[in-house]
């Protein structure tokens, strides 16, 4: 199985240390230096967090000299936000529906009094 297939972008916002690296990165690049001076993790586990998150398409590093920066990729995050979609409409529907039969118990028990 190849590293590709492993990883998914749900793998990357599971973790709350990668959900906030990302957070660090969306606005602007940083370098892994400048990301790790935000954690009390040691580098190489930042770095880490860097890998997977490279490996899911959700940040992409650049060389520039000697200093690695890191850029976030946001468009990964569509597959989530399509696959909450679905759960929304579903929910938003049925509380539509419990809407619908409140309001005819409720009109009901008005026209009986």
Known sequence: MSVEA?????QAIADPTRRQIINL????PMN????????SISR??????IKILMECGMVM???EGRERYCEARL???K?????????REFW???????DNYLNRIQNNHQSDQ
């Open 32 to 39: 892994l230096n400048a990301i790790a001076e935000n954690f």
């Open 75 to 77: 468009d990964a995050l």
């Open 92 to 98: 938003n529907t049925q509380f539509d529906s419990l």
């Open 79 to 87: 597959e989530v936000a399509a696959w909450v979609e679905q759960y």
């Open 25 to 28: 990165i969306a606005y602007q």
């Open 6 to 10: 492993r990883r998914d972008v749900f």
């Open 61 to 63: 590093v650049r060389q």
């Open 44 to 49: 190489p586990a930042v770095s880490q967090h």
